[in-house]
């Protein structure tokens, strides 16, 4: 089962900050949290990733509260291409030689619709 | 650069009927994954190369479930003797180190319908 709960679905006008909202209350302390998300027809794509301190880059943030059973994701300026299904996973990470718990357990994620 | 690429893109197949799935991953990858999507749903884990060794199959629905990849690079999903319930995308994903740790990168997806 996946560790994470995000909202269904989630509507946001062109332009605007879209901020994707995930729990992860039993996240332990090796395991990062993970965006990836999800076009029409298309395979997942990697978003941003990050464990304890926030993290920016060229397509979006990710903001970690302090006790890390939380997140959010920021897209700062929703454009209509930003339509898409987000994934938050949480999953143990770096450089690793196998060991079941590095897979990607995707849940149901959040459906952001980006309106005109 | 080029990403993961599969082929083909759509396939029908009757019940019954045997199916091959291509995926190209990315030039220089150690690690590849497939995953199943069902219709609505997130995908799941099938089964995980680490070059040519295939170290974990057990997300594979039935022995009917077959993967390879010879040459640590290609790979290619068999599934013998379809039936509806195998409808979904098929999704293969690479990831440049050992382990499945590192970030992994998906293609496209092959859109498999049983009829």
């Known amino acids: 089962d996946a560790k994470t709960t995000q909202p269904t679905s989630m509507d946001c006008a062109e332009g605007r900050a879209a901020n994707l909202p995930c729990n992860h209350s039993?996240?332990?302390?090796?395991?990062?949290v993970y965006w990836y998300r999800q076009i029409h027809s298309q395979g997942p794509q990697y978003i941003i990733h990050?464990?304890?301190n926030n993290e920016t880059n060229e397509m979006a943030s990710l903001i970690i509260t302090e006790d890390r059973k939380s997140s959010t994701l920021i897209l700062p300026h929703a454009t209509l291409r930003d339509t898409a299904v987000y994934y938050c996973?949480?999953?143990?990470?770096?450089?690793?030689?196998?060991?079941?718990?590095?897979?990607?357990?995707f849940g149901k994620g959040t459906k952001l619709s980006v309106k005109p | 650069g080029a990403g993961v690429s599969q082929s083909p893109r759509y396939k029908v197949a009757k019940r019954g009927q045997d199916v091959a799935l291509r995926c190209d991953p990315i030039?220089?990858?150690?690690?590849l994954f497939w995953y199943q999507q069902a219709l609505g749903q997130g995908p799941e884990f099938l089964t995980y190369?680490?070059?040519?060794?295939?170290?974990?199959k057990s997300g594979l629905p039935s022995d009917r479930f077959f993967a390879e990849r010879p040459e640590g690079s290609v790979s290619t999903l068999k599934i013998q003797r379809t039936q509806q319930e195998d409808s979904a995308v098929y999704l293969c994903?690479?990831?440049?180190?050992?382990?499945?740790?590192?970030?992994?990168?998906f293609g496209p997806g092959t859109r498999l319908l049983v009829l």
């Open positions: 994903a690479s990831s440049l180190e050992r382990g499945r740790q590192e970030t992994q990168y």
């Open positions: 039993t996240i332990s302390g090796n395991e990062y």
């Open positions: 990050g464990l304890k």
């Open positions: 996973i949480v999953r143990v990470a770096g450089r690793g030689y196998g060991g079941s718990q590095g897979n990607l357990i």
């Open positions: 030039s220089g990858h150690v690690s």
């Open positions: 190369f680490q070059n040519e060794a295939q170290l974990d």
